[in-house]
């Protein structure tokens, strides 16, 4: 980023903030300063999770959480974590929790994953309820595609498109 955009401003992510880009507002929710003053013994626990909001639905952004920022975010947000769409913890490993789960409580879930790797982690203990609650309507695993999603997201076959990687 110094290289190519030596002027950019910076900005260091802090819980509670609000970003606003255009008609997208993200609200960040955990950042590592949250696990403070404990020390950093698996990287994942300094992933940001923020929430993001467009077009009046919702978008919880868990990237790699890990396993302690899991229940600070359900300790500080409980049912706050509600979002129409869901990106699960952690590729489904080591990060999420059933718990976590239920209070985000998703009508979509996305999931960046390969195939085989969704196919063993769908039905883990981290992940079982989002497959046996029948809350979740669609499952939108990355596979070796890419999937584009039109927003708002009316749950229809025609409001996204499938692309193969190449």
């Known amino acids: 980023m110094n290289k190519y955009y030596p002027k950019t401003e910076r900005v ?8 606003k880009y255009a008609n997208v507002e993200i609200e960040m929710l955990y950042s ?3 696990n403070a003053p404990n020390v950093l013994e698996f990287y994942n626990n300094s992933s940001l999770v923020n929430k993001v909001f467009v077009h009046g639905q919702s978008i919880m952004m868990t990237g790699d959480m890990g396993p302690e920022a899991n229940p600070i975010c359900r300790k500080y ?3 706050y974590l509600k979002s129409d769409f869901y990106q699960v913890a952690h590729h489904g490993g080591q990060g999420g929790s059933n718990e976590f789960n239920k209070l985000c409580n998703p009508k979509y879930v996305l999931w960046p994953v390969g195939e ?4 063993s982690l769908k039905d ?3 992940n079982s309820w989002l497959s046996t609650s029948g809350t979740v309507d669609i499952f939108f695993p990355a596979w070796y595609h890419t999937t584009v999603i039109n927003l708002p997201f009316d749950g229809k076959e025609s409001s996204y498109e499938v692309y193969p990687n190449k």
């Open 116 to 119: 085989r790797s969704y196919q």
């Open 77 to 79: 947000y409980g049912n």
């Open 124 to 126: 883990h203990s981290y």
């Open 12 to 19: 260091k992510a802090h819980p509670g903030q609000l970003f």
């Open 32 to 34: 590592l300063e949250f």
